[in-house]
Nanobody, 114 residues
């Protein structure tokens, strides 16, 4: 199982970015997909999830600003991030729990700064 994240970058406060994560080696449509983020020195924290049926759940600090979605035909999960704040600066990781094992993508850096 491999997860490949992309789409990070530098954006000004109030701006938007769209992250994508491509999955391979997995029956993608059967799994809950997650996004996490991590700031150096801090623990990795949950951002959002989407179930195989499309139900979603978000951390309180991104509700109303971030939207998670999936395309089962393309084996991808995306995270649309709007109204970005400097405190959203982090490395963002996609994740899947595969047979009781956490599988992580390589992470993509998001920097929100003027």
């Amino acid at each position: 199982v491999q997860l490949q994240a992309s789409g990070g970058g530098l954006v000004q406060p109030g701006g938007s970015l769209r992250l994508s994560c491509a999955a391979s080696g997995i029956m993608f449509s059967r799994y809950v997909m997650n996004w996490y983020r991590q700031v150096p020195g801090n623990q990795r924290e949950f951002v959002a999830l989407i179930t195989k049926t499309g139900s979603t759940n978000y951390a309180d600090f991104v509700k109303g600003r971030f939207t998670i979605s999936r395309d089962n035909a393309k084996n991808t999960v995306s995270l649309q991030m709007n109204s970005l704040k400097p405190e959203d600066t982090a490395v963002y990781y996609c994740n899947v729990l595969y047979y009781a094992r956490d599988v992580w993508g390589q992470g993509t850096q998001v920097t929100v700064s003027s």
